[in-house]
């Protein structure tokens, strides 16, 4: 299984960016499939995560209402479209998937088995 994640940058507060993660070696509408994040010097944390079948979709209070999670089950992708961004927006985010998870731990880190490498996101003017 492998996971690329791709679409980081830099953008200045208020821009939008989207972020794609590439699923390949595995049936990818099997998975729960979620980006995480991580500032310097802070731990990684839950960022949205979305349902097999997409319909369902979950979001941290920090993000709910600007970034938007979606995926693609024909081209096996998924996508974080980010607007309104902040410089506390500014983090290292990971695509994750997991094929066993339930509902109460699609938060938790711990839960994953697949990652991707991670993308720079920096927001700064």
Known sequence: VQLQASGGGL???GG???LSCAASGLTFSSYVMAWFRQ?????QEFVAALSRGGGTT???DSVKGRFTISRDNAKNTVHLRMNSLRPED???YYC???RSLITSSIRDRG???YWGQGTQVTVSS
């Open 16 to 18: 939008s960016l989207r």
């Open 90 to 92: 500014t983090a290292v």
């Open 111 to 113: 839960q994953y088995d």
């Open 58 to 60: 979950y979001y941290a």
């Open 11 to 13: 953008v200045q507060p």
């Open 96 to 98: 994750a998937g997991d």
């Open 39 to 43: 500032a310097p010097g802070k731990e």
